[in-house]
């Protein structure tokens, strides 16, 4: 903030403006032309695209010399700020980022994964932020300023300028589409224990199970060959080889039937855009093949992917740990939750239970399932008793 006099600069305020200018022309270019008076000016689009990307590469290293000496500058004017405050704004941006991180990471993503885009992102930043300074003491001020009359109320509906907020973060981060469908729906905070994560524990324990189907494990008899948690911890305690068998076949399973989803996706989009599957945009153009934004078409990939490929453990151990959950929901009372900085999350008597990871790995890596049985017995869940499935 001490900094930003120089971006008010008069000459590189005009600058940016020139350089933002020739991109917008460049991203016009590229876009699909729908409509027939975008169809009929796309060879001028095209030429106008083609002189701004030519002026583009001739200013780059101008435009980067100039936001260098912008960075100095501001550099230069931050350090005459006081040291101690500078340390205190430095930890409180920093604490601003993680709630944010932890928000969209273990929060929003699940619920992306499944279809579901959370609608009220502000709302669970605020809650999330508060969260995190009852927490830690670094960030005991933001409880204060959060209850603070909102900038949000000075627009005139922020429920819907939240949601609008909530689905354009979803796409830059996850590639969702643009609007509300069969396979892509809003959900508020209310539901979202009930209606993602609930459903993410029985859809991952249903494909856990459908892999053991197919690696030959037998389903427990005495139950009439009914889902069990009995069945999962008897396979991977019986040997190490049993649980990287299973982590390729959830592995393969995620990677078909992502792949399948994204291709039921691009049908779709394909079907509703202008002119049908043969709609602008979706197929080669050699004019602005070089062009990412026409190679991705009217639903982008994510700009921001949010993280990594999980690897095979990972996803076996989310796997096996979700097959617990739906064990104490059935048998043992317990309920769904949600988590504003760690996601969802199991209630037992009303508390959050975050001691499960650890028993799960040690049954996962090294085949000992007695932690994760000490666990079991302490909240009381019956490994023998069926477990419902989607």
Not at 13 to 35: I, Q
Not at 43 to 48: A, G, H, Y
């Amino acid at each position: 903030v001490a900094g930003t006099s120089a971006s008010a600069q008069p000459d590189i305020a005009a600058a940016r403006r020139f350089v933002r200018g020739l991109d917008g022309a460049v991203a016009d270019a590229a876009a699909p032309a729908r409509g027939p008076v975008r169809r009929a000016l796309r060879l001028p689009r095209v030429f106008v695209g083609r002189i701004a990307r030519i002026l583009l590469r001739s200013c780059r290293g101008h435009a980067a010399e100039m936001e260098r000496g912008v960075a100095a500058a501001a550099s230069s004017r931050a350090r005459e700020v006081d040291y101690g405050l500078r340390i205190v704004a430095q930890e409180q941006v920093g604490l601003a980022y993680a709630g944010w991180d932890r928000l969209l990471t273990r929060v929003a993503l699940p619920a992306w994964r499944m279809g579901r885009w959370p609608s009220q992102l502000d709302a669970g930043v605020v809650a999330a932020l508060t969260e995190l300074s009852r927490r830690d003491r670094l960030a005991e001020g933001y409880a204060s300023r959060l209850g603070e009359r909102p900038a949000c109320d000075l627009l005139e509906e922020p429920g819907a300028a939240d949601e609008a907020a909530s689905l354009l973060a979803a796409r830059l981060f996850h590639g969702g589409p643009a609007e509300t469908g069969p396979d892509w729906s809003p959900v508020d905070w209310q539901q979202y224990p009930d209606e993602v994560v609930d459903r993410k524990w029985r859809s991952e324990a249903a494909r856990l199970h459908r892999v053991l189907d197919a690696v030959g494990v037998p389903p427990a008899a005495a139950v009439g060959g009914v889902p069990t948690l009995d069945r999962v911890v008897e396979h991977l305690e019986a040997g190490e080889a049993g649980g990287e068998e299973l982590a390729a076949g959830i592995t393969a399973a995620v990677a078909r039937e992502e792949a399948e989803a994204e291709d039921e996706a691009q049908r779709r989009a394909k079907a509703t855009a202008p002119g049908g599957p043969a709609a602008p945009g979706t197929g080669s153009d050699p004019a602005a093949g070089d062009d990412l934004l026409a190679l991705w078409g009217p639903d982008p990939l994510p700009l921001f992917p949010l993280q990594p490929p999980r690897t095979g453990t990972e996803l076996l151990a989310d796997h096996v740990a979700a097959m617990v959950c739906c064990a104490a929901v059935d048998t043992a009372g317990a309920a769904p939750g949600l988590d504003w900085l760690d996601g969802p999350t199991l209630l037992v008597d009303g508390e959050r239970r975050a001691d499960l990871g650890s028993p799960v790995l040690s049954l996962i890596e090294d085949g000992d399932a007695g932690p994760l049985r000490s666990w079991l017995a302490s909240v009381g869940v019956r490994t023998d008793k069926p477990v419902r499935l989607v």
